[in-house]
Structure formats: structure tokens, C-alpha cells
């Protein structure tokens, strides 16, 4: 990121985004991972979605961030070398504070007595019977991979992020569109990233008390859907920005609800570290997916763009009832000893 502030060609741009890619991949399905390993299912959606929450507000005041540093002139006197190095900076030394700061899991955690840490894994075992690592096999992975109720999550997962990358991406173009200026464009981003983590953080904990979850899933994917037709089919400024909150809350509340539901509904630490890696990959696709169908060309309405969007969080939805249905008649089988779930007998899926 330091780097992009000095570059001199668009060659070398690529070269080092490629490299930020590459580091910065394990960021995000590590930390998932990581969360995962320590609270109870019942526990874990709070977490998920306070962690995703911060990078809610960093989204919301990026903008803002980026445009205020615009205006130093560090290298050339080019504004915009300045965001990168900057915010570089920053990057660095949060990350050597990370070094220090994030913890271990739970079996390696320095902080934790003996009995705290038996405490912490006792928890574990009595929900979920996986505290103890597990070895990796290949026979292992291949069935993780067969396992159609990951690549649901990870559909779902898909249909989220193209909502939230395609508005982190053109948000002020789509509001510039509204009539409001470049200055003003910037700033009436960050509002509804604010307001996102009501959303997000209500249904998380509305979420673990109940152990319900593909209602909250639903319900935020029709936020988005209902946010996203407001932005783009109406025809006042204000109705059209009260549909960018909807639509920014919405995607921003299914993120974190999908990654923790494909986190809830499983067991065995190899096979968390797997699904984690699976539904976060796919969320990149769906960034990918958002540079690709919200084209310069279609702008400012991008109607392919919002076309796909509402049909992939339609699918979430009907993806949402599917599971719903399908791991209420798994749980009745096995209550009725039919079948073991996640190879575990007192295993239970959560709705």
C-alpha cells in the first residue's frame, strides 16, 4: 500500500495490488477461523458481526479519510499518492501492534491460566465436540468439498458481497447521480455505513439468543433488495438515498450472518478452516463480480449491475428456505436415530 503512493506506471500498480491480494487473503478467513475456535454457537454470531462491524465504519469513512488526505501534497505534489501513503503508513504500524495483540487459540493462548484455558475448551466440547485439532486429510477435504451445504453458504455469501462491493465501489458515483457534488458525494457516504451497524449488530445478537438464523439472512437480503430498487428506480433524492441505507444495511448485515451461519452449522476444526477459506473466496468473487457487471459504461443507473444483484439476493432467500426446511427434517432424523449429524450423535443443526 506504501508502495502504490511512489508508483509511475500502471504496471507497477498492478504488480503491487496483486501482491496486496496475496497478503491480505488470509486476513479475513483467518480471523473468522479464529473467532470460531473460541465461543460457543451459540456465542459466535455476536462476535462475527462485531469484528466485521469495524470494517463497516472503515468503509463508511474511507471516503471522507480519502478525501481529506487528497488535499496533503506528499510526493510530487499528487494528492492522491498521499492516500496510499498514508494510509500505508497506518497499516504498518497496526500491524505491528497486531503482533502483539491477537491471541492464540484457545489450547496456545499465553493470557489464559490452565484453568481458564480447560474452562474455555470444556465450553467447546459441550457444544460442539471439536476443542481438540484434528488432522488434515486429503479424504477429509474432498468430502468438505462434496458438501453442498458449504456451497450454499458460499452462494449466499457471493450474493451478499456483490451488494456491498458494488456500493464500496460506486457509491459516489450512484449519489453524484442524485445531484449532490463531488465534496458532498464523499461525505454523505459514510451516514449509511453508520447506520449499517444497527442492523448488523441487532439481528447478531437478536440472532445467538434466539439460535435462529435464516430469518435474519432473509430479512437482510430483502432489505437490500427493497434498498437497491429504491436507488435505482426512484425518481426523488430522497427516496433514492433512504434506499442507499436500506441497501447498505442490508448487505452489510447478510456478510457477517452468512459467514457466522456457515461457521455455526458445522464441526471438526479442518473442516472450519476449509468452509472459512470457501465462503470468504467466493465473497472476492463477488467483488469481482461488482467490477465487472457495475461497468463506467452503465453509469450512473448500472442496470446490469443492480439486475444481478437483486437476483442473487433473491436466490439467498430461497437458499435461506431451503436450508431452513432441509436441517429442520435432518435434526428430527436424527433425533430419531436415523442419522449422526457432522459425525457428532448430540450434534443439531441451527435453523
Keep these: 500500500m506504501l508502495g502504490m503512493g511512489f508508483v ?53 469513512l474511507s471516503s471522507i479519510l480519502a478525501y481529506g488526505l487528497s488535499f496533503i501534497k506528499m510526493h510530487k505534489n499528487q494528492g492522491w499518492r498521499s492516500i496510499f501513503i498514508i494510509e500505508g503508513i497506518i ?60 456451497w450454499a453458504c458460499a452462494t449466499q455469501f457471493f450474493a451478499a458481497t456483490l451488494g456491498s462491493y458494488s456500493l464500496s465501489y460506486f457509491l459516489p458515483t450512484i449519489l453524484r447521480s442524485m445531484g449532490f457534488s463531488v465534496a458532498n458525494s464523499q461525505i454523505l457516504v459514510a451516514p449509511p455505513y453508520v447506520w449499517a451497524l444497527i442492523p448488523a449488530l441487532t439481528s447478531a445478537y437478536f440472532s445467538d439468543k434466539t439460535c435462529v438464523r435464516t430469518p435474519f439472512i432473509a430479512f437482510s437480503s430483502v432489505m437490500t433488495i427493497v434498498g437497491t430498487c429504491l436507488y435505482s428506480y426512484s425518481t426523488t433524492p430522497a427516496a433514492r438515498y433512504a434506499g442507499v441505507f436500506l441497501a447498505v444495511g442490508g448487505c452489510n448485515t447478510t456478510v457477517p450472518l452468512v459467514i ?6 458445522i464441526r471438526a476444526q479442518t473442516k472450519r478452516a476449509y468452509t472459512s477459506a470457501l465462503v470468504v473466496g467466493c465473497g472476492g468473487i463477488g467483488g469481482i463480480a461488482a467490477a465487472l457487471t457495475f461497468t463506467q459504461k452503465q453509469a450512473p443507473k448500472y442496470s446490469l449491475g443492480v439486475e444481478i444483484t437483486l437476483a442473487f439476493n433473491v436466490l439467498c432467500i430461497v437458499i435461506c428456505a431451503i436450508q431452513h426446511v432441509a436441517f429442520r427434517i435432518q435434526n428430527k432424523r436424527a433425533d430419531a436415530g436415523k442419522v449422526i449429524l457432522e459425525n457428532d450423535e448430540s450434534f443439531r443443526y441451527q435453523l
Aim: overall charge positive; charged content about 20%.
Design 91 to 150: 497499516t504498518m504500524v497496526l500491524g505491528v501492534a497486531g503482533i502483539l495483540l491477537i491471541v492464540d487459540f484457545p489450547d496456545k493462548a499465553k493470557f489464559l491460566n490452565e484453568t481458564q484455558r480447560k474452562m474455555v475448551l470444556t465450553r467447546i466440547e459441550r457444544d460442539r465436540a471439536d476443542a481438540a485439532p484434528d488432522a488434515f486429510t486429503w479424504a477429509k477435504f474432498f468430502s468438505y468439498v462434496l458438501d453442498i451445504k458449504l
Design 260 to 265: 457466522g451461519y456457515s461457521q455455526i452449522n
Design 8 to 60: 509511475e506506471n500502471w504496471q507497477t500498480l498492478a504488480a503491487l495490488r496483486a501482491i496486496l491480494g496475496i497478503f491480505e487473503a488470509a486476513l479475513f478467513p483467518g480471523a473468522v477461523y479464529l473467532l470460531s475456535s473460541w465461543y460457543p454457537r451459540h456465542e459466535t454470531q455476536k462476535r462475527m458481526s462485531a469484528f466485521y462491524a469495524v470494517s463497516i465504519v472503515a468503509s463508511g
